[in-house]
Protein backbone atom coordinates (compact mmCIF):
# COMPACT_ATOMS: atom_id res chain seq x y z
CA UNK A 1 0.00 0.00 0.00
CA UNK A 2 2.58 2.75 0.85
CA UNK A 3 4.67 2.34 -2.20
CA UNK A 4 1.48 2.26 -4.64
CA UNK A 5 -0.79 5.24 -5.34
CA UNK A 6 -4.38 5.04 -5.94
CA UNK A 7 -5.93 2.37 -8.36
CA UNK A 8 -6.31 5.01 -11.65
CA UNK A 9 -3.56 7.75 -10.53
CA UNK A 10 -0.52 8.00 -12.01
CA UNK A 11 2.25 9.89 -11.09
CA UNK A 12 3.74 12.51 -13.71
CA UNK A 13 7.41 11.76 -13.76
CA UNK A 14 10.51 13.52 -14.61
CA UNK A 15 11.05 12.01 -17.84
CA UNK A 16 7.35 13.27 -18.70
CA UNK A 17 7.16 16.09 -17.14
CA UNK A 18 8.14 18.21 -19.86
CA UNK A 19 5.97 17.02 -22.64
CA UNK A 20 2.83 18.27 -19.95
CA UNK A 21 4.74 21.45 -20.02
CA UNK A 22 4.62 21.38 -23.82
CA UNK A 23 1.79 20.84 -24.16
CA UNK A 24 0.35 23.38 -21.55
CA UNK A 25 2.59 25.81 -22.91
CA UNK A 26 0.58 25.11 -25.77
CA UNK A 27 -2.88 25.55 -24.68
CA UNK A 28 -2.06 29.25 -22.96
CA UNK A 29 -0.57 30.52 -25.95
CA UNK A 30 -3.66 29.07 -28.43
CA UNK A 31 -6.00 30.89 -25.50
CA UNK A 32 -3.75 34.02 -25.70
CA UNK A 33 -4.28 33.84 -29.24
CA UNK A 34 -8.50 33.39 -29.13
CA UNK A 35 -8.50 36.12 -25.90
CA UNK A 36 -9.33 33.61 -22.95
CA UNK A 37 -8.36 34.10 -19.94
CA UNK A 38 -7.02 31.94 -17.19
CA UNK A 39 -9.62 31.00 -14.30
CA UNK A 40 -8.80 28.80 -11.73
CA UNK A 41 -11.37 27.20 -9.41
CA UNK A 42 -11.06 24.89 -6.37
CA UNK A 43 -10.94 20.95 -6.73
CA UNK A 44 -13.29 20.48 -4.36
CA UNK A 45 -16.61 22.05 -4.56
CA UNK A 46 -20.05 21.57 -2.31
CA UNK A 47 -21.61 18.45 -3.75
CA UNK A 48 -24.94 19.78 -4.83
CA UNK A 49 -23.23 21.72 -6.80
CA UNK A 50 -22.17 18.99 -9.35
CA UNK A 51 -26.32 17.24 -8.70
CA UNK A 52 -27.72 20.13 -9.98
CA UNK A 53 -24.77 21.40 -12.63
CA UNK A 54 -24.28 17.85 -14.02
CA UNK A 55 -27.28 16.19 -13.74
CA UNK A 56 -28.72 13.27 -10.63
CA UNK A 57 -29.17 11.16 -13.79
CA UNK A 58 -25.55 11.14 -15.46
CA UNK A 59 -23.46 8.55 -15.18
CA UNK A 60 -21.21 10.67 -13.68
CA UNK A 61 -23.34 11.85 -10.52
CA UNK A 62 -24.64 8.71 -10.22
CA UNK A 63 -21.54 6.68 -10.12
CA UNK A 64 -18.53 8.25 -10.79
CA UNK A 65 -18.35 10.95 -7.87
CA UNK A 66 -15.51 11.46 -5.46
CA UNK A 67 -17.75 12.52 -2.55
CA UNK A 68 -16.96 12.74 1.41
CA UNK A 69 -18.93 13.94 4.09
CA UNK A 70 -16.22 16.70 6.00
CA UNK A 71 -15.16 17.74 9.42
CA UNK A 72 -17.81 20.04 9.08
CA UNK A 73 -20.35 17.32 8.49
CA UNK A 74 -20.76 19.13 4.34
CA UNK A 75 -20.94 16.92 1.53
CA UNK A 76 -18.18 17.38 -0.61
CA UNK A 77 -17.30 16.08 -3.85
CA UNK A 78 -13.71 16.47 -5.79
CA UNK A 79 -14.41 17.82 -8.95
CA UNK A 80 -15.24 15.42 -11.84
CA UNK A 81 -15.88 18.36 -14.45
CA UNK A 82 -14.96 21.98 -14.49
CA UNK A 83 -17.77 23.65 -15.81
CA UNK A 84 -20.37 23.57 -13.20
CA UNK A 85 -17.56 24.70 -11.01
CA UNK A 86 -16.68 27.95 -13.58
CA UNK A 87 -20.50 28.34 -13.49
CA UNK A 88 -20.78 28.90 -9.78
CA UNK A 89 -17.42 31.08 -9.59
CA UNK A 90 -18.90 33.06 -12.97
CA UNK A 91 -22.35 33.96 -10.09
CA UNK A 92 -19.92 34.06 -6.85
CA UNK A 93 -17.64 36.94 -8.33
CA UNK A 94 -20.05 38.64 -10.54
CA UNK A 95 -18.01 38.32 -13.83
CA UNK A 96 -21.77 38.71 -15.30
CA UNK A 97 -20.69 42.56 -14.41
CA UNK A 98 -17.72 42.37 -16.88
CA UNK A 99 -17.68 42.19 -20.53
CA UNK A 100 -19.49 39.59 -21.91
CA UNK A 101 -18.69 36.94 -22.66
CA UNK A 102 -16.79 36.11 -20.02
CA UNK A 103 -14.15 33.68 -21.98
CA UNK A 104 -12.42 31.77 -19.31
CA UNK A 105 -9.89 29.00 -19.58
CA UNK A 106 -9.06 26.19 -17.02
CA UNK A 107 -6.32 23.22 -17.11
CA UNK A 108 -6.47 21.04 -14.18
CA UNK A 109 -7.16 17.24 -12.68
CA UNK A 110 -10.58 15.73 -12.21
CA UNK A 111 -11.91 13.19 -10.52
CA UNK A 112 -14.22 10.08 -11.91
CA UNK A 113 -14.66 6.52 -9.93
CA UNK A 114 -14.33 5.00 -13.28
CA UNK A 115 -12.92 1.51 -14.76
CA UNK A 116 -9.23 2.58 -15.28
CA UNK A 117 -7.82 1.74 -18.97
CA UNK A 118 -5.37 3.17 -21.17
CA UNK A 119 -6.76 6.95 -21.50
CA UNK A 120 -9.25 6.22 -18.24
CA UNK A 121 -7.63 7.26 -15.61
CA UNK A 122 -9.32 8.19 -11.81
CA UNK A 123 -7.54 11.20 -11.25
CA UNK A 124 -6.93 13.26 -15.12
CA UNK A 125 -6.29 16.63 -16.49
CA UNK A 126 -8.48 18.75 -18.73
CA UNK A 127 -7.69 22.23 -20.82
CA UNK A 128 -11.47 23.15 -20.76
CA UNK A 129 -12.82 26.81 -22.25
CA UNK A 130 -16.09 28.64 -21.45
CA UNK A 131 -17.59 31.23 -23.31
CA UNK A 132 -20.53 32.74 -20.68
CA UNK A 133 -22.74 35.15 -21.86
CA UNK A 134 -23.16 35.32 -26.17
CA UNK A 135 -25.84 33.67 -27.48
CA UNK A 136 -24.67 33.94 -31.29
CA UNK A 137 -23.71 30.92 -33.21
CA UNK A 138 -20.29 32.68 -33.68
CA UNK A 139 -19.10 32.10 -30.60
CA UNK A 140 -19.75 28.38 -30.89
CA UNK A 141 -17.82 28.89 -34.30
CA UNK A 142 -15.03 30.09 -32.26
CA UNK A 143 -14.89 27.57 -28.98
CA UNK A 144 -14.64 24.69 -31.64
CA UNK A 145 -12.51 26.56 -34.09
CA UNK A 146 -10.01 27.24 -30.49
CA UNK A 147 -10.31 23.03 -29.99
CA UNK A 148 -9.06 22.04 -33.62
CA UNK A 149 -6.25 25.01 -33.40
CA UNK A 150 -5.04 23.72 -30.45
CA UNK A 151 -4.64 19.96 -31.75
CA UNK A 152 -3.89 21.04 -35.01
CA UNK A 153 -0.94 23.19 -33.69
CA UNK A 154 0.02 20.16 -31.74
CA UNK A 155 0.66 18.51 -35.15
CA UNK A 156 -2.27 15.82 -34.57
CA UNK A 157 -3.83 14.72 -38.31
CA UNK A 158 -6.52 12.07 -38.51
CA UNK A 159 -8.53 14.15 -36.21
CA UNK A 160 -12.45 14.02 -36.74
CA UNK A 161 -14.88 16.84 -35.51
CA UNK A 162 -18.47 15.64 -35.11
CA UNK A 163 -21.13 18.17 -34.78
CA UNK A 164 -24.91 18.23 -34.02
CA UNK A 165 -28.06 20.31 -32.21
CA UNK A 166 -29.91 19.02 -29.39
CA UNK A 167 -32.40 21.39 -29.46
CA UNK A 168 -33.70 23.43 -26.57
CA UNK A 169 -36.49 22.93 -23.73
CA UNK A 170 -38.86 24.23 -26.88
CA UNK A 171 -38.34 21.26 -29.25
CA UNK A 172 -36.39 18.56 -27.83
CA UNK A 173 -39.69 17.15 -25.96
CA UNK A 174 -41.50 16.38 -29.20
CA UNK A 175 -38.00 14.74 -29.84
CA UNK A 176 -38.25 12.79 -26.30
CA UNK A 177 -41.54 11.60 -27.67
CA UNK A 178 -40.74 10.68 -30.99
CA UNK A 179 -36.97 8.66 -29.67
CA UNK A 180 -39.66 7.21 -26.67
CA UNK A 181 -42.04 5.93 -29.53
CA UNK A 182 -39.17 4.16 -31.82
CA UNK A 183 -38.02 2.74 -29.11
CA UNK A 184 -41.23 1.36 -27.47
CA UNK A 185 -41.64 -2.50 -28.99
CA UNK A 186 -37.13 -2.58 -28.30
CA UNK A 187 -36.97 -1.89 -24.83
CA UNK A 188 -36.76 -5.43 -23.21
CA UNK A 189 -33.87 -5.52 -25.70
CA UNK A 190 -31.98 -2.79 -24.17
CA UNK A 191 -29.02 -2.85 -21.34
CA UNK A 192 -30.46 -2.31 -17.87
CA UNK A 193 -29.17 1.14 -18.18
CA UNK A 194 -31.20 2.36 -21.34
CA UNK A 195 -34.07 0.93 -19.71
CA UNK A 196 -33.65 3.47 -16.99
CA UNK A 197 -32.67 6.42 -19.61
CA UNK A 198 -36.08 5.29 -21.80
CA UNK A 199 -38.16 7.16 -19.22
CA UNK A 200 -35.28 9.09 -17.51
CA UNK A 201 -33.66 10.05 -20.48
CA UNK A 202 -34.49 8.71 -23.62
CA UNK A 203 -31.34 10.57 -25.28
CA UNK A 204 -28.89 9.11 -24.13
CA UNK A 205 -29.46 5.72 -25.36
CA UNK A 206 -28.48 6.98 -28.58
CA UNK A 207 -24.65 7.38 -26.53
CA UNK A 208 -25.22 3.84 -25.31
CA UNK A 209 -22.05 1.93 -26.29
CA UNK A 210 -23.55 -1.71 -26.02
CA UNK A 211 -23.94 -3.82 -28.97
CA UNK A 212 -27.40 -4.47 -28.59
CA UNK A 213 -28.61 -0.69 -27.59
CA UNK A 214 -26.34 0.64 -30.55
CA UNK A 215 -28.48 -2.22 -32.97
CA UNK A 216 -31.61 -0.91 -32.12
CA UNK A 217 -30.78 2.76 -32.37
CA UNK A 218 -29.89 2.15 -36.08
CA UNK A 219 -32.96 3.45 -37.61
CA UNK A 220 -33.77 6.52 -34.80
CA UNK A 221 -35.13 9.34 -35.58
CA UNK A 222 -32.43 12.47 -35.57
CA UNK A 223 -32.99 15.75 -33.57
CA UNK A 224 -31.62 17.43 -36.06
CA UNK A 225 -35.11 16.87 -38.15
CA UNK A 226 -37.24 17.92 -35.05
CA UNK A 227 -35.66 21.39 -34.45
CA UNK A 228 -37.83 24.61 -33.81
CA UNK A 229 -36.81 27.16 -36.38
CA UNK A 230 -34.60 29.14 -33.73
CA UNK A 231 -32.35 25.74 -32.99
CA UNK A 232 -32.18 25.07 -36.55
CA UNK A 233 -30.99 28.34 -37.64
CA UNK A 234 -28.46 28.62 -35.00
CA UNK A 235 -27.44 24.87 -35.77
CA UNK A 236 -27.21 26.20 -40.16
CA UNK A 237 -25.25 29.65 -38.69
CA UNK A 238 -22.66 27.32 -36.81
CA UNK A 239 -22.37 25.01 -39.63
CA UNK A 240 -21.65 27.91 -41.72
CA UNK A 241 -18.74 29.48 -39.71
CA UNK A 242 -17.06 26.26 -39.57
CA UNK A 243 -17.22 25.95 -43.14
CA UNK A 244 -16.40 29.82 -43.71
CA UNK A 245 -13.24 29.05 -41.22
CA UNK A 246 -12.04 25.91 -43.29
CA UNK A 247 -13.12 23.73 -40.31
CA UNK A 248 -14.35 20.27 -41.95
CA UNK A 249 -16.47 18.45 -39.63
CA UNK A 250 -19.21 15.38 -39.62
CA UNK A 251 -22.65 15.66 -38.81
CA UNK A 252 -23.66 13.31 -36.04
CA UNK A 253 -26.89 12.95 -35.32
CA UNK A 254 -25.77 10.35 -31.82
CA UNK A 255 -24.02 12.92 -30.12
CA UNK A 256 -26.40 13.52 -27.53
CA UNK A 257 -26.61 15.13 -23.96
CA UNK A 258 -30.21 14.39 -22.02
CA UNK A 259 -30.31 17.06 -20.09
CA UNK A 260 -32.39 20.47 -20.03
CA UNK A 261 -29.99 22.70 -19.83
CA UNK A 262 -27.51 21.33 -22.78
CA UNK A 263 -29.07 22.94 -25.68
CA UNK A 264 -28.24 23.43 -29.29
CA UNK A 265 -24.72 22.96 -30.43
CA UNK A 266 -23.05 19.67 -29.11
CA UNK A 267 -19.48 18.52 -30.59
CA UNK A 268 -16.86 15.73 -30.20
CA UNK A 269 -13.64 15.28 -31.52
CA UNK A 270 -12.12 11.94 -32.37
CA UNK A 271 -8.47 10.64 -32.76
CA UNK A 272 -9.95 7.14 -33.67
CA UNK A 273 -6.20 5.52 -33.69
CA UNK A 274 -6.84 5.84 -30.00
CA UNK A 275 -9.19 3.02 -30.08
CA UNK A 276 -11.89 2.94 -27.41
CA UNK A 277 -11.26 5.88 -25.43
CA UNK A 278 -10.85 8.20 -28.82
CA UNK A 279 -12.86 11.18 -27.66
CA UNK A 280 -10.33 14.22 -27.07
CA UNK A 281 -12.75 16.97 -26.60
CA UNK A 282 -16.32 16.41 -25.56
CA UNK A 283 -18.28 20.34 -25.54
CA UNK A 284 -21.47 22.08 -26.22
CA UNK A 285 -23.53 24.68 -25.65
CA UNK A 286 -25.92 24.65 -21.83
CA UNK A 287 -28.15 27.68 -22.04
CA UNK A 288 -30.04 26.44 -19.03
CA UNK A 289 -27.03 25.85 -16.81
CA UNK A 290 -26.42 29.35 -15.63
CA UNK A 291 -30.37 29.96 -14.42
CA UNK A 292 -29.93 25.99 -12.96
CA UNK A 293 -27.21 26.94 -10.66
CA UNK A 294 -29.21 29.82 -9.18
CA UNK A 295 -28.09 32.78 -12.30
CA UNK A 296 -29.99 35.08 -14.30
CA UNK A 297 -30.58 33.08 -17.40
CA UNK A 298 -27.52 33.14 -19.31
CA UNK A 299 -26.09 31.22 -22.56
CA UNK A 300 -22.72 29.48 -22.46
CA UNK A 301 -20.78 27.03 -24.44
CA UNK A 302 -17.46 25.37 -23.68
CA UNK A 303 -15.83 22.13 -24.38
CA UNK A 304 -13.30 19.89 -22.54
CA UNK A 305 -9.97 17.94 -23.65
CA UNK A 306 -8.46 15.32 -22.05
CA UNK A 307 -4.85 16.09 -21.42
CA UNK A 308 -3.83 12.12 -21.79
CA UNK A 309 -5.23 11.37 -24.36
CA UNK A 310 -3.44 14.65 -26.21
CA UNK A 311 -0.84 13.24 -24.54
CA UNK A 312 -1.16 9.52 -25.67
CA UNK A 313 -1.99 10.51 -29.86
CA UNK A 314 0.81 13.06 -30.05
CA UNK A 315 3.03 10.12 -28.46
CA UNK A 316 1.36 7.75 -31.07
CA UNK A 317 2.20 10.49 -33.93
CA UNK A 318 5.78 10.66 -32.41
CA UNK A 319 4.85 14.42 -31.72
CA UNK A 320 6.79 14.65 -28.31
CA UNK A 321 9.37 17.07 -28.44
CA UNK A 322 12.40 15.60 -27.04
CA UNK A 323 13.45 16.05 -23.31
CA UNK A 324 15.76 18.66 -22.72
CA UNK A 325 17.55 18.09 -19.40
CA UNK A 326 21.01 20.09 -20.81
CA UNK A 327 22.81 22.60 -18.72
CA UNK A 328 25.33 24.91 -19.45
CA UNK A 329 28.22 23.96 -17.33
CA UNK A 330 28.38 21.40 -14.90
CA UNK A 331 31.24 22.61 -12.34
CA UNK A 332 33.50 19.72 -11.12
CA UNK A 333 35.74 19.83 -7.61
CA UNK A 334 38.07 17.07 -7.61
CA UNK A 335 38.21 16.20 -3.97
CA UNK A 336 35.78 17.02 -0.88
CA UNK A 337 37.72 20.08 0.29
CA UNK A 338 37.54 21.69 -2.81
CA UNK A 339 33.76 21.78 -2.60
CA UNK A 340 33.28 25.28 -0.73
CA UNK A 341 34.95 26.88 -3.90
CA UNK A 342 33.40 24.79 -6.29
CA UNK A 343 29.90 25.76 -4.74
CA UNK A 344 30.73 29.25 -4.84
CA UNK A 345 31.29 28.86 -8.49
CA UNK A 346 28.02 26.70 -8.95
CA UNK A 347 25.98 30.03 -7.05
CA UNK A 348 27.45 32.67 -9.15
CA UNK A 349 27.11 30.91 -12.41
CA UNK A 350 23.52 29.94 -11.69
CA UNK A 351 22.54 33.80 -10.73
CA UNK A 352 24.16 34.75 -14.29
CA UNK A 353 20.94 32.47 -15.24
CA UNK A 354 23.23 29.64 -16.78
CA UNK A 355 21.48 26.04 -16.31
CA UNK A 356 24.70 24.73 -13.85
CA UNK A 357 24.91 21.63 -11.44
CA UNK A 358 27.88 20.14 -9.82
CA UNK A 359 29.16 17.09 -8.20
CA UNK A 360 27.98 16.44 -4.56
CA UNK A 361 29.19 12.74 -4.41
CA UNK A 362 33.18 13.35 -4.22
CA UNK A 363 33.17 11.10 -7.84
CA UNK A 364 36.41 10.78 -9.28
CA UNK A 365 37.24 13.07 -12.24
CA UNK A 366 36.01 10.17 -14.65
CA UNK A 367 33.00 9.82 -13.22
CA UNK A 368 32.26 13.27 -13.06
CA UNK A 369 32.87 13.60 -16.93
CA UNK A 370 30.37 10.63 -17.53
CA UNK A 371 27.67 12.61 -15.03
CA UNK A 372 28.37 15.61 -17.01
CA UNK A 373 27.69 14.03 -20.30
CA UNK A 374 24.80 12.98 -19.25
CA UNK A 375 22.77 16.02 -18.88
CA UNK A 376 24.42 16.58 -21.37
CA UNK A 377 26.65 19.38 -20.12
CA UNK A 378 27.97 22.53 -22.58
CA UNK A 379 30.84 23.16 -20.62
CA UNK A 380 32.49 21.16 -17.45
CA UNK A 381 34.68 23.73 -15.31
CA UNK A 382 37.53 21.66 -13.32
CA UNK A 383 38.56 22.78 -10.31
CA UNK A 384 41.83 20.61 -8.70
CA UNK A 385 44.37 21.57 -6.11
CA UNK A 386 46.50 23.82 -8.64
CA UNK A 387 43.27 25.85 -10.28
CA UNK A 388 42.14 26.69 -6.88
CA UNK A 389 45.76 27.76 -5.78
CA UNK A 390 45.87 29.89 -8.71
CA UNK A 391 42.08 31.23 -8.48
CA UNK A 392 41.44 29.33 -11.86
CA UNK A 393 39.36 27.00 -13.48
CA UNK A 394 39.81 24.21 -16.17
CA UNK A 395 37.05 25.35 -18.61
CA UNK A 396 36.21 22.24 -20.99
CA UNK A 397 33.51 22.35 -24.11
CA UNK A 398 32.51 19.42 -24.56
CA UNK A 399 31.55 19.77 -27.83
CA UNK A 400 34.73 20.26 -29.00
CA UNK A 401 36.65 18.55 -26.53
CA UNK A 402 39.10 21.63 -26.21
CA UNK A 403 40.51 22.84 -22.77
CA UNK A 404 41.81 25.84 -21.02
CA UNK A 405 42.92 27.62 -17.83
CA UNK A 406 41.00 31.04 -17.35
CA UNK A 407 40.77 33.08 -14.13
CA UNK A 408 37.84 32.49 -12.28
CA UNK A 409 36.75 36.35 -12.53
CA UNK A 410 36.45 35.71 -16.23
CA UNK A 411 34.45 32.35 -16.25
CA UNK A 412 31.07 33.26 -16.90
CA UNK A 413 32.35 35.76 -19.88
CA UNK A 414 33.96 33.07 -21.54
CA UNK A 415 31.13 30.38 -21.22
CA UNK A 416 28.78 32.96 -22.22
CA UNK A 417 31.55 33.79 -25.54
CA UNK A 418 31.70 30.00 -26.00
CA UNK A 419 28.52 29.48 -25.84
CA UNK A 420 27.50 32.09 -29.08
CA UNK A 421 30.09 30.09 -30.55
P1 LIG B 1 -16.34 14.82 -20.57
O1 LIG B 1 -16.12 15.82 -19.45
O2 LIG B 1 -16.83 13.49 -20.09
O3 LIG B 1 -17.11 15.39 -21.73
O4 LIG B 1 -14.88 14.50 -21.13
C1 LIG B 1 -14.12 15.41 -21.88
C2 LIG B 1 -12.81 14.76 -22.23
O5 LIG B 1 -12.09 14.44 -21.03
C3 LIG B 1 -12.96 13.41 -22.94
O6 LIG B 1 -13.10 13.61 -24.32
C4 LIG B 1 -11.67 12.74 -22.58
O7 LIG B 1 -10.65 13.18 -23.46
C5 LIG B 1 -11.37 13.25 -21.19
N1 LIG B 1 -11.78 12.27 -20.15
C6 LIG B 1 -13.00 12.07 -19.63
N2 LIG B 1 -12.97 11.13 -18.67
C7 LIG B 1 -11.69 10.70 -18.58
C8 LIG B 1 -11.00 9.75 -17.77
N3 LIG B 1 -11.63 9.03 -16.84
N4 LIG B 1 -9.67 9.58 -17.96
C9 LIG B 1 -9.01 10.31 -18.88
N5 LIG B 1 -9.60 11.23 -19.67
C10 LIG B 1 -10.92 11.43 -19.53
Not at 124 to 130: C, R
Amino acid sequence: MLTTGPRGTRDILPDSSGYWQYVENMMREVCRNFAYQEIRTPIFEHTELFLRGIGETTDIVEKEMYTFTDRGKRSITLRPENTAAVVRSYLENKLYAGPQPAKLFYIGPMFRYDRPQAGRYRQFHQFGVEAIGAQGPAVDAEVISLAVELLQRLGLTDLNLFVNSVGCPVCRPVYRLKLQEFFRDKLAQLCPDCQSRYERNPMRILDCKNETCTHHAQGAPHMADCLCDECNSHFNGVKELLTAAGISFVINPRLVRGLDYYTKTAFEIQYAPLGAQSAVCGGGRYDGLVAECGGQPTPGIGFAIGIERVLLALEKQELLPPANTAIDVFVAPLGAEIQPVAFQILTAVRQAKLAADMDYNNRSLKAQMKYANKYPAKFVALIGQDELAENKVMLKNMATGSQELVDRADLIQMIIKGMEK
